[in-house]
């Protein structure tokens, strides 16, 4: 039985040629990730960015995000937007657990990843390259496109210009 899974998902690696087959016959794509994008940076000073995305779980167990990999920016976390006694804050996340057959949304005023000490601006219309090490599914990479500016205020430790 494992010997006939396996040779599936050889001929599957073979077929679509991105699919890595971990040692543990997980699938990287156990994960799916989509609508991955990226706020253009409002200054060309700026030193943070957000990026936010829908991360699936097709895997047969739960998954957990462990960390994030980007040559765009010196750190790269997962933080959480919330409202404390009326201030909005960022609190880092440090795992996060994606439900079998569960689906996570980073979005503006919540969930997001922090990108912190850029290499260089984030420009509308560009890419932003990430790779995400998750629990089972181990690493999945993500292109993000780059949109528009935030509109929202988003209180970045750097200092946003409030509101
Ligand atoms: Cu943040």
Redesign the pocket.
Known sequence: MRKIVLEVLTATALTLGAIIALPSGVLASDVMVTQAFARASAVPTARAG?VYMTLMNHGMEMDRLLSIITEAAATAEL?E?KEVDGVVK?LPVDALDIAKGGSVELKPGGL?I?LMGLNAPLKKGGTLKLQLIFERAGPVDVVAQIGEVAAES?A?AEGSTGN
């Open positions: 957000t933080h937007t960022m997001h922090m988003h970045h």
